[in-house]
């Protein structure tokens, strides 16, 4: 019996020493891109990867905002290692923003930053303003795109930005897993109590979770009042690239991500 319980806890310690061990260890703080980062030139856990997501993080909340009402806010961060030719189209973003008189989502903040070494130093190239692109993609929807500038195989790309949506119920499908291995990714969803919402996680590849409850407060001409945030927290490291296979339909749904649901 003893021999099965070490059996158990030794596992049990495997399983978390892989759910905290990066392939590279990274400064998940903005502009914190070390040289060693920039030099690398292969993905050790993936050597045939033609980029990877060295680091990733969503942070989501659902607040009140001055009209009275509620907005769903992402904070989202991204940091590329450009590996191979094939790569480079990780620099490239496009977002597709829902636009009604009813509903607006509007994105603010970006900032982009591209890293290459150049005389054995770190080079940074920031992406002016003037590349954000706006564009009718449809009857309800505008398309924004920019791109970060100076791309070339072995660049570290950095890209930011906030997105505020008036369709607070509605929260995009939460990826953990690319076409590209990821190193590191993070994600918290902040929801005030007086919302419930069923959450599920699919995929194959293993999502660390854990809750908590923060409080919160209120100022109003009549006073103030208090609430709990329900707070979930997820981490994934190391997770494989995605391979798509012949004649798979809608590879996206077999990736690892978390759907939230307002009930």
Known sequence: MKQIISIIVFIAAISAMTLSAQTITVNPKFGKVSKEEVEMTEYPSDTS?????????????????????FDLNNKRYMRIKILKEDGLEWGDVSLLLYTTPQHVENVSGIDVVTYNIV?????????????????????????????????KVGSVIEI?????????????????????????????????????????????????????VESGALASAGGSFTYNINVDKYRAVDMPAFKVEPYLFNAKQYHAFVQYDIR
């Open 119 to 151: 005389d054995g130093k770190i080079v940074e190239t920031k992406m002016p303003k003037k590349y954000v692109f706006t564009e009718d993609f449809s009857e309800k929807y505008k398309k924004l795109s920019f791109s970060a500038q100076d791309v």
């Open 49 to 69: 990867a033609v980029a990877v997501m060295l680091y990733e993080s969503n942070n989501l909340y659902v607040n009140f905002n001055a009209e009275g009402g």
């Open 160 to 212: 930011k930005y906030d997105m505020t949506s008036s369709i607070y119920w509605e929260i995009d499908d939460i990826y953990f897993q690319h076409s590209i291995p990821v190193n590191l990714a993070e994600a918290t969803v902040r929801i005030p109590d007086i919302f419930t919402f069923n959450k599920k996680m699919l995929g194959y590849h293993t999502v660390s979770y854990e809750s908590e």
